[in-house]
């Protein structure tokens, strides 16, 4: 462990496992303390045992703690176990139009009833056409007539308009009417906050976002109460989708951007550690293997809907190739050669099952314990394994080479498949099982980076303080400069990531993407614009 | 009036029609959606609106084609117009209704049936929700067994039927009335414009025309094909099998057709440039994608106007419309479409010999290679691909 330097100050990181909840003490890019406590079903007490793991096993000085962040699943869980939802109304402004297809239409009907929502949607006189006319003028009076009616039955407020992602105007002029009605107690979430065009996922990701407001309220506060019982005094940040993170008050208020925190938190632990910004992230776990490519620092995102408790939303999420390869995957022979990898692993069962710890089956790990590469105890087992040589001497070298030669060629045409250049590109490797895949004659990439202290990289990865955001917006280049619609587009976006916690003058753009609209005359395209942000002024 | 009304007044028997549940459209849909060539939207609207009309206790029947009285008049109903623009403004209840009457009253008659205009993600399913709402059958054919940018680009119109009296609908009640006579061009255009004046999109009751037409010139079983399509692809996933390879099987045994497996690969760029027509205003572009696994160096370019035209691979010429292109995901079978496409996007392209009704001098003529601008005489995917045939799917 090195010894903390006195001018740097610290950052505290938990990453929320299915399994383990990690936690980390970092100075700068020092880990001066890490640990794994079990995750609890209330996730928050898993978090506060590693914290008080984390401060009994260091001396540090808790004042200079600047920045806790934590990865998580707490709304995760909400939603799939159907647990502490808000009840939630829905208001879609968007009538005459849309009416064929109803909100909460194909969700499951646990969740629906989780929510109460069938008694509480209304579909209003509303919304804008894409090149910003009204459909027709918004129904304030309709807007107020349904508030009263949901008064006292409702927690939560999705307010969802049609183009809204290009006109706010119907949306901000609803919530101002609902808040007059329904008070402050009741939350508000506006779709054009949320995600971008396409309606029916919007709204989802919109009403998912209004049903787990309780539950992130009530984990911060719990967190915060812990870190502050705890003598420390700083800000809490919770890492969002794209692998950066957003300050809790903001969280508060968008908690549907925690969704795929986990995973994008292993890839930016990844990229710090590594300093590597452009390349392959590869996370080899015991069961499984997720390629994730990196530019500028970011996973690349995915466009394909995701799926959260049965409900199709665009929120937007890294772009994960999963392959059936880890520490545990079962190699399959015959006749004295080998025929097949996988697709089963022997997953928590290695010390059992894996011919090195006496077992039956050979696995991957075996492989690299039969050619020596593994000696070390390994910590990230949790297990004192001792290692029964005698087992893997007696498999046939031949099925040695042949199964690291199949190892070789899956990571191969996995990083290979995600890759969208055919220059050599960087490949860092982290996870449980990083240490036991062969390191060499991998094709297609420069260098295997396997950063110091891989396994919790989920948590260092919380502690870099940057913050993402994105905005969004329509244009017809026959009348709208292109140059200028996409600064306009860049100032917004830079709002957004000062209202998530960043410092303006550190915010500076990852990309512009434009994407021309089909099957319309004219030149009208969207354009959709990502900066990044310092939590902090400069130095850091 | 009610579908099973229809269905004794044709005299059918069992045999004759079948039954249309959710699983049945959720098949027909994806099938249609990788017909589709790339194109034909995002099927999700359309599956929705079905799922309700079903949910609400109507049914919905498909009909043989052969079976249908030749004095009985049909019509297609559709989605005109831009594909982004409904993904974020679905249909109100009604509104295609509207469009229907309209064309009724127009018309002096009563619809009898539905037609698809083509496979798509979007207009597949609409003509299904329309049939169940309108209370008549759905016939087992379409204008194209693929989704072409226009509406003149239907084997309907290379034999000699015309587009008109087409009737145009919006959300708000309008409904503008388009008779162009024998010109189809013009009702395609007028037909845009009204789309845009409406703000982006509008509902359709078009081509009208009686049952012997249909039968004249459609592409019969055109929907038991996108079904069989469909089917393969989820069994494919259920039992963990390779979707394109049961694609082409369930081609094969459907349309005694064989799909041609000829790349394997990953976007690695995308150029999209506007049209030159601004009238127009179709998404036009090319795509190359770089081969993996067992096409490791080779190199693809597809072009596209909204859906995928022609591909080229290693300098070579593959496919030209209007046979089809379907880049499928290698996993999940999924279609990659030209609208939601990206970098880094994995997939098999397969080639699908165009139906023999489409591939008429006059369809060549109209939806051939020289149409969209290449100069190149059409050539069949068959002749094009030999040598991958004996590769063999």
């Known amino acids: ?540 | 009036m009610a579908v099973w009304d229809v269905i004794r007044q044709w005299k059918l028997q069992e045999k004759d029609y079948q039954v249309i549940d959710h699983q049945a459209i959720r098949e027909i849909t994806l099938g249609a959606s990788i017909l589709a060539t790339g194109g034909g939207g995002d099927p999700e609207i359309g599956l929705l609106w079905t799922y309700k009309v079903l949910d609400e206790g109507k049914p919905i029947v498909m009909v043989d084609p052969m079976k249908v009285p030749d004095d009985v008049l049909v019509a297609s109903m559709a989605c005109l117009g831009a594909a982004l623009v409904l993904t974020e403004k679905p249909p109100s209840e009604g509104v295609l209704n509207r469009a229907i009457v309209k064309l009724e009253t127009y018309l002096g008659a009563k619809l009898q049936a539905t037609i698809p205009i083509e496979c798509g993600g979007v207009n597949s399913p609409v003509a299904y929700a329309a049939a169940g709402e309108l209370g008549v059958p759905v016939i087992d054919v379409d204008g194209m067994n693929r989704a072409f940018p226009e509406l003149q680009m239907t084997s309907w119109v290379t034999h000699g039927i015309h587009a008109s009296p087409t009737v145009s609908a919006d959300d708000r009640g309008n409904v503008t009335v388009i008779d162009t006579g024998s010109d189809d061009l013009l009702a395609e255009t007028i037909c845009r414009q009204v789309a845009m004046a409406y703000g982006g999109i509008s509902w359709i009751a078009t081509y009208p025309m009686y049952g012997k037409a249909v039968k004249d010139t459609s592409i019969l079983y055109s929907q038991s094909i996108a079904w069989a399509v469909g089917k393969a692809v989820w069994e494919a996933r259920e039992k963990h099998l390779n979707p394109v390879d049961q694609v082409i099987k369930s081609l094969r045994n459907e349309r005694s057709v064989e799909g041609f497996k000829v790349f394997k690969g990953k976007i690695v760029d995308i150029h999209r440039e506007f049209g030159s027509e601004t009238t127009k205003g179709f998404t036009l572009g090319r795509i190359t994608m770089e081969g993996f696994d067992s096409d490791k160096g080779r190199t693809a370019m597809l072009d596209f106007q909204n859906e995928w035209l022609n591909l080229v691979v290693d300098g070579r010429v593959r496919c030209m419309p209007p046979d089809l292109i379907a880049i499928l995901d290698s996993e999940t079978g999924e279609p990659i479409r030209t609208d939601i496409m990206k970098y880094g996007y994995r997939g098999t392209i397969l080639l699908i010999p165009a139906h023999e009704r489409m591939r008429t001098a006059k369809g060549i003529q109209i939806f051939g290679p020289r149409h969209f601008g290449y100069d190149l005489d059409y050539q069949p995917v068959e002749k094009l691909n030999k040598d991958v045939e004996r590769r063999g799917a």
Request: net charge negative.
């Open chain 1, 1 to 540: 462990m090195k010894k903390n330097s006195k001018e740097t100050s610290l950052r505290v990181g938990f990453d929320v496992g299915g399994t383990f909840t990690d936690g980390v003490l970092m100075s700068g890019k020092n880990v001066l303390a890490k640990t794994k406590a079990i995750t609890t079903g209330d996730v928050t007490t898993g978090i506060v045992n590693a914290l008080d793991q984390l401060l009994k096993s260091t001396m540090a000085d808790k004042s200079r703690i600047e920045m806790v962040s934590l990865g998580t699943t707490h709304t995760t869980n909400a939603i799939i176990e159907r647990r502490n939802l808000n009840k939630v109304g829905i208001i879609r402004l968007g009538a005459p139009a849309t009416t064929a297809i109803p909100p909460l239409t194909g969700w499951p009907e646990d969740l629906k009833e989780a929510i109460s929502g069938p008694q509480n949607v209304f579909i209003l006189r509303g919304g804008s056409e894409y090149d910003g006319r009204d459909i027709v003028p918004l129904d304030e009076k309709a807007i107020a007539a349904a508030c009263r009616k949901m008064k006292g039955k409702i927690t939560s407020l999705a307010i969802i308009g049609v183009f809204s992602p290009i006109i706010t105007d119907h949306e901000d002029r609803a919530a101002r009417i609902a808040r007059e009605i329904l008070g402050d107690e009741v939350h508000i979430t506006l779709s054009n906050r949320i995600a971008s065009i396409s309606i029916l996922e919007r709204e989802n990701s919109t009403i998912l976002n209004a049903s787990v407001i309780g539950v992130m309220r009530q984990a911060v506060n719990s967190l915060r109460t812990a870190v502050k019982d705890r003598g420390i005094n700083t800000r809490l940040f919770i890492v969002q989708n794209d692998g950066s993170v957003m300050s809790a008050d903001y969280a508060v208020d968008y908690p549907i951007f925690t969704m795929a925190s986990g995973p994008a938190a292993s890839v930016r632990g990844a990229v710090y550690l590594s300093g590597i910004d452009n390349g392959v992230v590869v996370d080899i776990g015991g069961t499984s293997t997720d390629v994730a490519y990196i530019v500028n620092g970011f996973p690349r995102e995915s466009s394909i809907t995701v799926t959260i408790g049965g409900v199709k939303t665009n929120i937007r999420c890294p772009d994960l190739l999963s392959i059936a390869l880890g520490g545990g995957t079962i190699i399959k022979q015959k006749d004295g050669r080998v025929c097949a990898l996988g697709p089963e692993s022997v997953g928590y069962n290695l010390v059992r099952l894996a011919k090195s710890f006496g077992g039956p089956l050979l696995t991957v790990h075996d492989l690299a314990v039969a050619n020596g590469t593994l000696q070390e105890r390994l910590d990230v087992f949790d297990t004192d394994f001792v290692a029964d040589l005698e087992k893997v001497k007696q498999v046939p070298e031949a099925v040695i080479r042949q199964g690291e030669t199949m190892v070789r060629q899956t990571l191969e045409a996995a990083i290979d498949k995600m890759k969208t250049t055919a220059e050599l590109v960087p490949a860092i490797f982290i996870g449980g099982g990083a240490l036991v895949v062969p390191r060499k004659g991998i094709g297609g990439i420069s260098e295997i980076v396997l950063p110091e202290h891989f396994e919790v990289g989920g948590a260092i990865g919380t502690t870099i303080a940057e913050i993402g955001a994105f905005a969004e917006g329509v244009f017809d280049l026959d009348q709208d400069d292109r140059d200028e619609s996409i600064a306009r587009t860049i100032e917004q976006a830079k709002d957004n990531a000062e209202l998530s916690g960043a410092v303006r003058s550190t915010v500076e753009v990852i990309d512009i993407e434009e994407i021309p609209f089909t099957y319309m005359p004219g030149k009208r395209e969207k354009v959709r614009v990502r900066v990044k942000g310092s939590i902090f002024k400069e130095g850091h």
